[in-house]
């Protein structure tokens, strides 16, 4: 897995100006375009010449369904499942905000290619199958989104304030509980989309998850280190007996008094002294 990416990184950086600048615009306006002609059509709705059918590519030399699937509406993917103008036009603007900020953290040629190995990947599901979606690829955003900003709160729908690792989370349990249903009903489409969207993030975040993972092991770690430990029984049991932890030696201000103020450890002292940051850089250390 890192060789392919190895390779990816490789491509991105000989061709720098490959891929398309603001993709996932076009993508949310052409949802849009495309919800609004059917919604305000009396007769013939647009979807149903651009929809991935196998039978009709093949028969019917449909060609353009191979690629115009990609623009199709993917109502209620953001979080909520369901249907109207409000969900669509919510998935279709988080979709716009989330990939332009991955387009800037990746550039333009990675994330272009990103985007267009998730379109290529459910092309070949859908002549296996017999028909694919984009729904995963895009819910698949979110992970690359939490990748580069995990504490990054958001406000769901103007109002709820989430972070964004927390979308993902959501996002992988749907996933989960996705696959698992269309297994027990026999779906096997159902089933296979969302490995599809997971095989193509893992592709092309192998580096940032391991990074991540490497990270969440080292603060595992830390926090259960013996030192750490200790510390954490030193503080508590100072606390009960002192009513605080950190006391300056100069001015006496502690953390109970001051709960916004910094207090650190001078390393050039002969001792256990404590300070807050007025005295912090401002003492006669003890010999």
Not at 122 to 135: A, E, K, R, W
Not at 153 to 163: C, D, E, G, H, Q
Request: with cysteine.
């Amino acid at each position: 897995m890192r060789w392919l990416e190895q390779k990816i990184d490789r491509f991105c950086s000989l061709h720098p100006r490959f891929g398309i600048p603001n993709l996932m615009l076009y993508i949310a306006v052409a949802n849009m375009a495309i919800y609004l002609l059917d919604t305000f059509s009396l007769s013939i709705h647009i979807s149903n010449y651009l929809y991935f059918s196998r039978e009709l590519i093949l028969k019917e030399w449909q060609i353009w369904r191979i690629f115009t699937f990609v623009l199709l509406p993917q109502s209620g993917d953001f979080l909520l499942r369901g249907t109207g103008l409000f969900f669509v036009a919510i998935s279709a603007y988080f979709y716009y905000w989330i990939g332009s900020v991955i387009e800037r953290e990746m550039g333009t040629a990675r994330f272009t290619l990103f985007y267009l190995a998730g379109v290529f990947l459910n092309i070949i599901c859908g002549f296996i199958v017999g028909g694919t979606s984009m729904h995963y690829i895009n819910l698949s955003l979110f992970f690359s989104m939490a990748i580069f900003f995990p504490d990054t709160w958001i406000r769901l729908f103007y109002i709820l304030p989430v972070k964004l690792k927390w979308i993902a989370w959501i996002d992988a349990a749907l996933f989960i509980w996705d696959v698992l249903t269309s297994l027990l009903s026999f779906n096997l489409l159902g089933a296979v989309l969302p490995v599809i969207a997971i095989f193509n993030f893992i592709l092309f975040f192998w580096s940032y998850f391991t990074q991540w993972l490497g990270y969440r092991k080292l603060r595992f770690q830390h926090q259960h280190s013996q030192q750490t430990v200790n510390f954490k029984k030193a503080a508590s049991k100072a606390y009960q007996q002192k009513g605080y932890i950190h006391k300056c030696a100069v001015c006496g201000k502690t953390d109970t008094e001051y709960p916004d103020m910094e207090f650190r450890y001078c390393s050039k002292c002969n001792g256990y002294y404590c300070y807050c940051m007025e005295h912090i850089n401002n003492h006669v250390h003890i010999e």
